[in-house]
Each structure stands twice: as structure tokens, then as C-alpha cells.
């Protein structure tokens, strides 16, 4: 079960939201402890319902901070984007290597052209 969850910060912490037929607010310190709060209201709410028991809940939190929220957005999108090329640059250097062997090259002129250690170059063939 996937719930959304709409979340402000308050003066005294926050306050979030669950829509729905059946919606409800919730307040704490801290964003943690209201998505704690929310799943147990979610339990409860289920047994008073008489529903089969509640396996697993994800809690999707959208919160507002304006300015804020676009620049993790963006922050998020940039780790992606940088863990595709570290993955890339992976598998480009492994291919570097492979070819350097296949030309004769020792370990150590690898790990010299490289500037890595010997050990590393032998990671990097296996």
C-alpha cells in the first residue's frame, strides 16, 4: 500500500497530511516521527475496519518548502546522472585496461599510465 503524504513545517515542527476518504493529520517535531505516527494510524485504522493486516507501507512524503524543493529535486537528478557516468567511466576503463593488456603492457606500465597502483589495475581486469 502506497500512501501520499502532503507535509508543511511549522513552528513547531510538522504537519502532515494524508487525503483521502478516510484522511487525517498528524503533528510532530520531526518528519520521521510523523511518518511513524501516520503508518501506526494506518494499522489502527485497518483492525477498527476489520481488514486483513497491513504487510507493508510506503510512505510517500511530499513536502512544501518553497525554493528548497527544486533544488533537491535537481540535486537528486544530478547524483543520478553522475552515478550513470561513474558507471560508464567504469566500464570505459575496464575496456582501457583490457586492451593495454592485450597490447603487452605490463600491470605496472598500466598502473604508471593510469596513475593507480598495481593492485588497482588487477581489480580492474578481474
Do not use: Y
Not at 597490447?103 to 580492474?124: C, K, N, Y
Amino acid at each position: 500500500m502506497e500512501v501520499k503524504v502532503h507535509a508543511e513545517r511549522t513552528s513547531e515542527g510538522w504537519t502532515a497530511e494524508v487525503a483521502g476518504p478516510e484522511g487525517f493529520t498528524v503533528t510532530a517535531k520531526r518528519l520521521d516521527q510523523c511518518k511513524e505516527i501516520i503508518l501506526e494510524k494506518i494499522k489502527t485504522l485497518a483492525e477498527q475496519k476489520g481488514s486483513p493486516e497491513v504487510c507493508e507501507v510506503v510512505i510517500k512524503v511530499e513536502a512544501e518548502l518553497p525554493g528548497i524543493i527544486c533544488d533537491l529535486e535537481a540535486a537528486k537528478f544530478k547524483m543520478l546522472e553522475a552515478q550513470k557516468l561513474q558507471e560508464e567511466a567504469s566500464l570505459e576503463i575496464r575496456n582501457v585496461v583490457s586492451r593495454m593488456r592485450d597490447e603487452g603492457l605490463t600491470m605496472r606500465d598500466i598502473a604508471v599510465l593510469l596513475g593507480v597502483s598495481p593492485q588497482r589495475v588487477a581489480q580492474l581486469i578481474d
